[in-house]
């Protein structure tokens, strides 16, 4: 017999209002406004544009806040939030080639045309915590260099004139690009099906998965051949308009990892790649995901796979924030009903072992019952 | 004709790339200065939905989705007939609606001009100067490598 079980309406409710109440915090304080977070707490709002997958710094600083500043949380209530809009359509591939650079660096050419621009890093800081930062004193403007523009084309196509490195990854001429918000994942995959998931996945996880395949499990071998910050154009095909409709722009970070590369059965050797794009200003999340996507291509490189990073459906299955906290957190709602069945099937089992051990014993311990 | 079409079809492109690009507050502002007029028949929205951004495998080899982004469109017609578009990043629904008057009026060859110098203008301008600073901050940032000679010769 099953007995549906209800309660904790109350409960839940009041929890909520304590939850508000413990958001907002001292109310000596002033509350936060969310042009703030976009503002000052800018890397953070990237971060959860990026693994929200939606572009809206608005959306991203109301969702940190609501979530008190728990970074998943506020992916999750982003993702939420896309799933009520509907679809416009794709947009024309953005050109990162055209980018209004912020930051750009080379790892393997010191001379590259355009040069090396460091754009505002937190490289070469001494990471000693900064005690004017929190007496809010004045910040100077920074300084400005007036130069003219210059082209800024992105080393691959300075690697491609000697041919020893691989071309932009290609796919089939008639080849649609998957998209893993419309279709399930299916194993294997496609590269381009496999860049979307880890462009909205987990930094920590590609970090740490990246880190090991620099420590040797899966070894790539990567240099940073560039890091470009900036803003891309975005455009949209639409029928009543003759022309592609211009949306406005995104910052996008692009990461070019290149790694050299034996050969193989499949493959002379020369350099490979793995690639990055990111939105925002997302700079560890970029290298991170183009070391995983050069790992991931094992099978296509014709690489042994022995290592964590390589698997494509260990790491694209785990690599969603989301969904990896949907199922840790659900353990802890109600699984009464689950746990009697299985505390019973316990006490039952437990019963025959005893009895199979020792059944002496049992039989004495029943008669002093008795 | 098929030249000065081509010209015309990217001076519109412009124009609505500008609308685009600015703030709400820019338009409404330099709206109100200029007394463009705000009483349309809206044909479509303003509504909000997502477009899906795509990228490039390595830079420019085959297309990925990257991820979505929030976008605000709007279709107006004017009392003179003229349809005016406007698609735009973001939630502002005032933006992409005068956007969308702006784009009709434009079209409107009696009206282009006083668009283009009242509102266009003074947008790209300031879109071009926040660029230029931009430009400017970033270029002061960048390495310039000198070489230490070391040894006698």
Known sequence: MYVAVKGGEAAIANAHSLLADRRRGDRSVPALRLDQIVEQLALGVDRVMSEGSLYDRELAALAIVQARGDMIEAIFLVRAYRTTLPRFGYSKPIDTGAMRVERRVSATYKDLPGGQLLGPTFDYTHRLLDPELAAGADVAEPLRRETEAQAMPRVSAILAHEGLIEPDGEMPQDHVPGDITREPLEFPMARDIRLQALSRGDEGFLLALGYSTQRGYARNHPFVGEIRIGEVELELDVPELPFAAPLGTVRVTECQMVNQFKGSAKAPPQFTRGYGLVFGQSERKAMAMALCDRALRASELGEDIVAAAQDEEFVISHSDNVQATGFVEHLKLPHYVDFQAELDLVRRMRAEYEAREDPAKIEEKREAAE | ?153
């Open chain 2, 1 to 153: 004709m098929r030249g000065q079409e081509a010209r015309d079809q990217a001076e519109r492109k412009a124009a609505m790339a500008t609308l685009a690009q600015s703030s709400g507050d820019d338009i409404v502002r330099l709206w109100n200065e200029a007394g463009l007029p705000s009483q349309v028949e809206l044909l479509r929205g303003p509504e909000t939905g997502l477009v899906t951004l795509r990228g490039r495998i390595g830079g420019d080899g085959a297309p990925f989705n990257v991820g979505e982004a929030t976008v605000t469109r709007a279709t107006v017609r004017l009392p003179s007939g003229q349809v005016g578009h406007c698609y735009a990043l973001g939630r502002d629904k005032q933006k992409a609606k005068l956007a969308a008057i702006a784009d009709a009026l434009w079209q409107d060859p009696a009206r282009r001009t006083e668009v283009e110098t009242r509102l266009i203008a003074p947008l790209r301008s300031a879109l071009t100067t926040a660029q230029e600073k931009r430009h400017a901050e970033t270029a002061a940032t960048k390495v310039d490598f000198f070489t230490m000679v070391r040894g006698e010769d």
